[in-house]
């Protein structure tokens, strides 16, 4: 397969980015591309878009997310002000999507998302949410880069061998390439690669769409650091002036020159390269869309990992839900399904309000009857057993002496007080809940 675009950020990472899902998929066909991954920043806002426009266009959408991570050796503490690395992981299937999801509500629902987003998850969160994922490290903004670029390769290596750890053979070392120096760095990596059996991919990260859009990007800056256009500090977004060996940075992190460690990674034992070839020369920071005519170009001495991203990108299927009901898990006995643990917590109910003496046993023995039927052919019972935990754990004595009364508490009133109005008002009841979707889980 061809190459893939496996780093792309839309507007949804916000004040990071300029596209629209739209626009990368109108460009993703223009030039001819089968596969196209989208990975904002910490969050999954745009995927169902993106998956639609894909489709619509015919082309195969990947969804991912590029997560900002901790250093090992300095784990997150709030107010540390350790600028983050990051990884861009993509979903093989429906566990790759719930894992990112949970690696995203691990950022957004933290009370200090902005802290935990700026410094990072570490890698132990990474590891018990790793199912069904893909993980490219490496790139400019990975901690694997970084340490190379400072001259620490046992470093590198050893950041390497604990994401496959994590990963196994699901590791892939990202290479960029933005400036002639950067082909030295591909070169370390893909030794790195060899010694450890990982394969590399040529990555292009998306942050605009062409570089006139560079403005836009560091006027988003601006806005998220608060600053004016025409300061300098601060600012995160590449400029036409921009120092090739300046970092672009995603949009949980600040675009700074690292003086110090470009110096250090000068004096690395690493044979750099003389020049890209003709008219790549100056290409600098490049957050922009590149044809794969041009990454082939820019990748010529990689060809192997150019034909990786396609490789990749084969193996990503769908991985949205597909529509079906989604119900919150379950804590059931082994074998038991959600409609026999209805079946036994209501009918526990009903002779406990109509003993077997009581004359209306039979008349409710049958109105459960039908309930429970209905429930079980809509699907319900499930929310139905969530909802008796919510109105049992209403109903326990608080301090204040005061019961909420919960919304959800109608089909509660239907099965466990059977005493309360007629069949014929019950059955009403029910199908008018059952049709006003109030009983629906939420749908993608």
């Known amino acids: 397969m061809s190459f893939t675009h496996l780093e792309v ?68 503490q709030p107010g540390d002000a350790v600028t983050a690395g990051k990884l861009v992981l993509l979903a093989r299937d429906a566990a790759g999507y719930r894992s990112l999801c949970r690696l995203s509500s691990a950022v957004q629902g933290s009370p200090q998302r902005e802290a935990l987003a700026a410094r990072g998850l570490d890698l132990d969160a990474l590891a018990e949410q790793r199912a069904g994922l893909i993980c490219l490290g490496g790139g400019q903004e990975g901690w694997i880069e970084r340490y190379l670029r400072s001259g620490d390769a046992a470093a590198a290596q050893r950041y390497a061998e604990r994401l496959a750890g994590i990963f196994g053979q699901n590791l892939h070392l990202a290479l960029e390439l933005h400036a002639p120096a950067d082909a030295a760095i591909a070169d370390a990596l893909t030794a790195l690669g060899r010694r450890l059996g990982l394969a590399t991919v040529a990555v292009q990260p998306i942050f605009c769409l062409a570089p006139a859009d560079a403005p836009r990007l560091r006027l988003l800056a601006a806005i998220r650091a608060n600053a004016r256009l025409d300061e300098d500090a601060g600012n995160d977004a590449p400029n036409d002036d921009a120092d090739p060996d300046e970092e672009w940075a995603d949009d949980e992190t600040r675009y700074v020159a690292r003086t110090t460690t470009r110096r250090a990674a000068a004096s690395t034992p690493i044979t750099p390269v003389a020049s890209f070839s003709r008219g790549q020369a100056a290409h600098g920071p490049s957050p922009h869309w590149l044809s794969p005519a041009h990454i082939a170009e820019r990748f010529a001495r990689f060809p192997q990992a150019v034909a990786q991203s396609g490789e990749i990108a084969a193996v990503c299927g769908d991985c949205l839900p597909d529509g079906r009901p989604i119900w919150p898990g379950l804590a059931l006995p082994s074998g038991q399904t959600p409609d026999a643990a209805l079946t036994a917590l209501a009918q526990a109910d009903l002779e406990r309000l109509f003993p077997a003496d009581s004359p209306r046993r039979g008349q409710a023995q049958e109105r459960l009857a039908a309930e429970l039927s209905a429930i079980s052919s809509h699907g319900f019972a499930p929310l139905f057993l969530v909802v008796a935990d919510i109105v049992r754990f209403a109903r326990q004595p608080r301090d204040s002496g005061q019961h909420a009364r919960q919304r959800g508490e109608l089909p509660g009133r239907l099965l466990h007080r059977h005493h309360h109005g007629g069949p014929h008002r019950a059955r009403a009841a029910l199908r008018a809940f059952s049709q006003s979707g109030a009983g629906q889980p939420a749908r993608h």
């Open 9 to 76: 950020h839309s507007h949804f990472t916000l004040l990071g980015a300029t596209p629209s899902v739209g626009a990368l998929v109108a460009r993703a066909t223009a030039d001819g591309l089968t596969h196209l991954a989208l990975t904002d920043t910490n969050a999954l806002y745009g995927a169902v878009a993106f998956s639609r426009a894909c489709r619509a266009a015919g082309v195969q959408p990947i969804i991912g997310m590029t997560i900002t991570v901790a250093e090992p050796a300095f784990p997150w």
